[in-house]
Structure formats: structure tokens, C-alpha cells
């Protein structure tokens, strides 16, 4: 596909999102973002029955051209694909930005590869928390009071 074709592919990604959105039931809603540009995504996942597909997958989001039209190619993929979440956890980071276009996005592979590590992210979150409920170990919950990251020792101590 030469550079001008793959130019129009992310433009129109980037004009027409594919499965933007929220899924009100997810059972992960895993943020993501790169500091260094400004993108931020948030991608849900919803689990099939057999615990091995999606039943749907989403994103939200702001941010650059490339990172918006990647989230959006990635899981139109994904969806068209009918992958499984196995399959989804072996994809490629390099592969992700052959796809995008290497020229086009060889300066940017954060934001190239943004949507594809939120929703690696989502997918180990998911794995473990079915790991967890079935050995019947309970999470805190996030009104449990925990917190975390530069204040937690402050807040602990209140």
C-alpha cells in the first residue's frame, strides 16, 4: 500500500471512529495516555461467555491523528477479526505501525501504539479479575478508601 493510501486510511479513522464509545456494563474500562503528546483513551471491554473473545470492545478519547485513527483501526480489526484475547495479547507493536504506515508514523510510535497497549492493559486487568473471583478472593472496591501514588502516604496517615 504506498504512503498516500495509508494517509487516507487514518484521515478517514481519524473523521469516522470505528466503535467509539462507551459500554455501560463493561467489565473493564482501563485508561491509558501519553504524556509526552497529550493522548489520553480510554478503552472498555466487555467479556464473552467463553471467556476467550470480546463480546465488544470501545474507546473514548483525545488526542493527535495518528493515536485516535490507530484506536480506531485496532479494534475495527479486532471486531472484523473476531479475535481472541490470546491473539490480541500476541499482536506486535511493530506490526501495529507496519500497518499504520512506517514513514507516516516513525516519529510517533507512542501515539501509534497507544491504543493497542490500553487494550492489552484492559485484557490482563480482565484475566485477573476472573482469576481472582474464581479462586473467590474479593477486590477493593475503589470507595474502600485506598489510595495511591504520590500522596498515599499523606492520605494513610489522615
Request: proline share 3%.
Amino acid at each position: 500500500m504506498d504512503r498516500q493510501m495509508q494517509i487516507q486510511i487514518l484521515t478517514d479513522h481519524y473523521r469516522k471512529p470505528r466503535h467509539r464509545g462507551t459500554i455501560e456494563d463493561a467489565d473493564v474500562a482501563m485508561p491509558g495516555g501519553n504524556p509526552g503528546c497529550g493522548d489520553v483513551i480510554t478503552v472498555y471491554i466487555k467479556g464473552s461467555e467463553d471467556h476467550e473473545h470480546l463480546k465488544d470492545v470501545t474507546y473514548e478519547g483525545e488526542g493527535c491523528t495518528i493515536s485516535m485513527a490507530a484506536a480506531s483501526m485496532l479494534l475495527e480489526e479486532v471486531h472484523d477479526g473476531d479475535l481472541t484475547m490470546g491473539q490480541i495479547m500476541e499482536m506486535d507493536y511493530n506490526e501495529m505501525i507496519d500497518k499504520l504506515g512506517k514513514q507516516i508514523v516513525a516519529s510517533r510510535p507512542r501515539c501509534a501504539t497507544l491504543g493497542l497497549g490500553t487494550l492489552k492493559a484492559a485484557i490482563r486487568k480482565y484475566q485477573r479479575d476472573r482469576q481472582l473471583d474464581a479462586a473467590g478472593i474479593s477486590r477493593p472496591s475503589a470507595d474502600e478508601g485506598l489510595v495511591f501514588g504520590e500522596n498515599a502516604a499523606e492520605a494513610a496517615k489522615s
